[in-house]
């Protein structure tokens, strides 16, 4: 079997670029608090597979909390992250403030932070994942457009594309 990834623009290029590279499992829905945890993991590998440097920083996520019924849905989130294996808890505007001495306590009614979240260079994910699939055989072309694919038996039969160089 072959894979393909065709790019219509440029690698990273589109909405990847405009990213602020956040990580988390700071979630209130059990599917992306999986997903998050899973990312997470994935990433602080990332070095050794598939081998490239996304600048992963760790530093946690903390919500400030402003509003009783945020309070609120933030501490059923707490209780179902941790249900799922995720580091998280709740915290007064007193302790989150030792966490981030930025934070202005007033107001706060409480934080929910999750020690384990970050961010990475969401260009670098890309890239390191081209050169991943390039090195497991992938042909990755950049400026091309997949306009139609055609199935046979469930099967990919034919891709149709269009590249830059025909806009000329």
Not at 23 to 41: C, Q, T
Not at 117 to 144: F, I
Request: proline fraction near 3%; hydrophobic fraction near 40%.
């Amino acid at each position: 079997m072959s894979v393909a990834l065709f790019e219509a623009e440029e690698l990273a290029s589109g909405s990847t670029s405009k990213a602020a590279g956040g990580v988390r499992a700071n979630f209130s829905d059990e599917l992306n608090i999986a997903l998050g945890a899973r990312s997470l993991d994935l990433f602080s590998k990332f070095l050794e597979r598939p081998g490239y440097e996304i600048d992963l920083r760790r530093p946690g996520y903390l919500f400030a909390l402003t509003k009783s019924e945020d309070v609120s849905r933030f501490e059923q989130s707490t209780e179902l992250q941790k249900s799922l294996g995720v580091e998280s808890r709740m915290l007064s505007a007193k302790e989150a403030s030792k966490i981030s001495p930025l934070l202005s306590e007033e107001g706060v009614l409480a934080c929910s932070f999750t020690p384990n979240d970050g961010h990475c260079t969401p260009e670098a994910v890309v890239l390191g994942y081209a050169a991943g699939a390039r090195k497991h055989g992938a042909t990755v072309k950049t400026g091309v457009r997949v306009t139609g694919i055609e199935l046979k038996g469930g099967e990919i039969e034919a891709v149709t594309t269009w590249n830059r160089a025909q806009r000329r």
